[in-house]
């Protein structure tokens, strides 16, 4: 069969990467998480303790950024600077603060190359907010995945209750409206539907029910 690829985009916690994951493995196919990359960008600042409101300090910043990445047996690995930080940019504050390094050119200019770089010789399945628009604008399958507030809300709210740890919902909720603003109005690549992606709102819909949706849709595009 021929190289395919496939474009989820939308707001956070309407499960692309989850959603993302479980697809990769039925079609056996490469999982790449961008939002992995801008996380680490953000953890860098954080670390160094980069003024995460001055371009300048950042763009400075990105030049002392070696990150590299493994793709193997569907899992995403990503080091900076030599270490492995899959696990450590998965915080709260590493997600806020690549929400705000990632309306910086110079930022998006660096990853959108790697990952581009990433998809080429293999059939894969890209999430993140700028894939059907930019990275892969002739993606074979593009989705973008939305769902309400509330439900985006009660999901983190869960996550972090399975977690055992305490949160406020409020907070939570607030986190979210916020990173939907910065993400939809930035000036380089906001989070927007493509022209020509298939939009599905799974508030009202598990995992299993979004799969199926999703697999469904690229059924009908792609033989596989
Ligand atoms: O990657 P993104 O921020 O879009 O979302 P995620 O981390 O994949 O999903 C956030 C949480 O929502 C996870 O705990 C998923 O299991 C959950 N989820 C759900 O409960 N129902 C769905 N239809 C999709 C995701
Ligand atoms: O998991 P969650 O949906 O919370 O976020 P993520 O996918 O890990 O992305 C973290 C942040 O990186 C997003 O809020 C975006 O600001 C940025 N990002 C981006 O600008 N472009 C992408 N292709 C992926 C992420």
Do not use: F, W
């Not at 056996?28 to 300090?57: F, K, P, S, W």
């Not at 080091?79 to 705000?100: C, F, M």
Request: charged share 30%; proline share 1%.
């Amino acid at each position: 069969m021929e190289q395919y690829s496939i474009a989820i985009d939308g707001p956070a916690g309407s499960g692309k990467s989850s959603v993302s994951k479980e697809i990769a493995k039925i079609l056996n196919i490469v999982y790449i998480d961008t939002g992995a990359m801008y996380r680490t960008v953000g953890l860098y600042c954080l670390r160094n303790h980069i003024n995460l409101d001055n371009a300048e300090e950042i763009e400075k910043a990105l030049q002392n950024i070696d990150m590299k990445i493994t793709l193997s047996e569907g899992k995403q690995t990503i080091y900076l600077n030599g270490e492995d930080v899959t696990e450590t940019i998965r915080t709260q504050q590493a997600g806020k603060a690549a929400s705000d390094v990632a309306v910086i050119y110079a930022v998006r200019e660096k990853l959108v190359q790697i990952q581009r770089e990433l998809s080429k010789g293999h059939s894969v399945i890209m999430d993140g907010r700028d894939i059907g628009t930019n990275v892969l604008p002739h993606a074979t399958v593009k989705i973008y995945l939305n769902a309400s507030v509330e439900q985006r809300t009660n999901r983190r709210c869960h996550e972090l209750m399975l977690l055992g740890k305490e949160y406020n919902k409020k907070r939570i909720e607030y986190e979210i409206i916020q990173r939907d603003e910065n993400d939809k109005n930035r000036k380089y690549n906001p989070l927007k539907k493509a022209e020509d992606a298939i939009e599905i709102d799974n508030s009202n819909m598990d995992m299993e029910q979004t799969i199926k949706t999703i697999l469904n849709i690229i059924k009908q595009k792609i033989n596989v």
